[in-house]
């Protein structure tokens, strides 16, 4: 029942303009913040202040507005029937370039991206330019919702595989895919490792580094940022290389360190778009 209902949802979204969709996600959004935990609140609030030096009242407008991001973004998922029949006007790419260079060498490649923008969008955008995007899912709590969203992701073009199934993922690079990995949350002490992010001892998932270096190829960095007017830019780095020397440990912090690097500076430049909700530094305290 509950699939059917989102999808009658998104039907009904998709007959209302773009601009009335983001204020009504915005709308809903505010109206769900002050229901959000304390504790939750708290921790974004301490979180923004450690890592970027703002006062108490800039830390609670970028933590708030984090959030609130999330309604015209869930309104933008809904409308992707309607989007990606336009999708190269509503989504710019800057960077294209090193992400076709990467690909001619037949390896596949790998995209360093993170919870910042509506980065459900971007693999749909890159899809739709002519780039083979594996999304790289993990599995929805509700089977209802789970269906739905992987339904829509490949609406826009992608492939989705479950997180867990990395021997597809390597199949498919073989053939000339782009693996999309989400590589900015806390993960176990066991499987991280730990980095400096914001200047804190971080751990991180080892996921692109290890891949990049397996296939023999290089990191991209890429993030999306919405801009003033409502659209959106894709932002493409030059690729990160891997070091492949005799310590694959070390070879996976190298380059995974520098990946941080760029995304430290992307949040900088669009702080309100990261998700700062998530602890981020959570097995570090454990």
Known sequence: MTYYLVRFLSRLVCLLPGRLCDALGRMLALCLWPFLPAKRKKLAREQVAMCLGTDAKESERIAKESAVRFGPML??????????????????????????????????????????????LMGGALSQAGFPIIGVAMRQHDAAMDRFINEYRCLVGMHITYKDDVREMFRMMKKGWIVGLLADQDTNRRDGVVLDFFGQPTNCVPGPAAMARSAGIGVIPGYITRKKDGTHKIILHAPIDVPRTKDKRSDIRTAGQAVNRILEQHIREHPEEWFWLHDRWKSMHE
Not at 80 to 109: C, N, Q, S, W
């Open 75 to 120: 309104f933008e998922v809904l409308r992707f029937p309607v989007i990606v029949r336009r999708m190269a006007d509503y989504v710019e790419i800057e960077g294209a370039e090193h992400l076709r260079t990467m690909l001619e060498k037949g390896k596949g490649a790998v995209i360093a991206t993170a919870h910042t923008g509506n980065w459900e």
